[in-house]
């Protein structure tokens, strides 16, 4: 089982380098982590007096790491959840903050347990992941990584500015996508068939 320090290093190397991509609502990025957290936290690294692209530039690796484990898995409390989770919502969470929680409670939801759809990690939320392992413990994590897999399919229905992380110009699976499946077992993997079918009236 990895560490969350381990989860933490493996997220930033997915999300890589530093991008200003206009499509993308986090804005200049570097490792995964948005100008938009870092002016939360108020980290002016270059210490001018303000938190712009040029803090998130000199953003290191190890900062970042640290950044995602104290802000998104601990704060959120996935900690909180069963470790066989840990490594899929976390990186969820980087990638879509409180959705990744709702993505979780609605599966709860679609398993008929009571759970309020609200993105938080409470009581309420962790009694009923706990009860999903105990009824389900081979298959929760392939449901969650399928969950999030189709959000991001519907995200994308949705904001045709975001199709490209989901679908490459060659029309095979996008990043999004190839993300998600990293955390499902590879029998429950689309295929590349699959994928064109589902993203064919894209434009």
Known sequence: MQTVTQIAQGIVAREGGFVDDPD???????????IHTMRRLGLDLDRDGDVD??????????????IFVEHYFRTPRIDRLPDALHATVFDMYVNAGANA???LQRLLVDMRLDVTVDGVIGPQT???VRQAIAAAPDHL????????????YDLAD??????KYARRRDGGKGGWILRAEEFIAP???ISEAQHRERTARWV
């Open 158 to 163: 949705r904001r045709p500015a975001s199709r």
């Open 24 to 34: 993308d609502p986090g804005g200049a990025t570097k490792y995964g982590v948005t």
């Open 187 to 189: 029998r429950f993997h």
């Open 141 to 152: 994590v392939d449901a969650y990584g399928i969950a999030r897999r189709n959000y991001y």
């Open 126 to 128: 962790i009694g009923a």
């Open 53 to 66: 692209a040029e803090d998130v530039k000199v953003l290191t690796r190890a900062h970042a790491v640290s």
């Open 101 to 103: 929680v709702k993505i």
